[in-house]
């Protein structure tokens, strides 16, 4: 299992609180997600917990919202 981390992740797609939901109801069934932080003003997501940040990205993407390199 990995330490505990906190990443964050520029997301350009993000434009509403929709937008957070919809990213918050992606990663919380996530193993290893801690928590999450959508702010749409950034269009930054942080993800804090175990989880791989490949994992993350892979759900991101999934979700609609792929975060930028």
Partial sequence: MSPETSRTYLVP?????????????????????????VDTEAKTVRVRGT??????????????YPPEP
């Fill in 13 to 37: 797609a993000i434009h509403c609180a929709g937008c957070a939901a919809t990213i918050d109801e992606a990663l919380e069934p996530v193993e290893g997600v801690e928590s999450t932080d």
């Fill in 51 to 64: 989880v791989e940040d490949r994992v993350v990205r892979k759900v991101l993407a999934a979700a609609g």
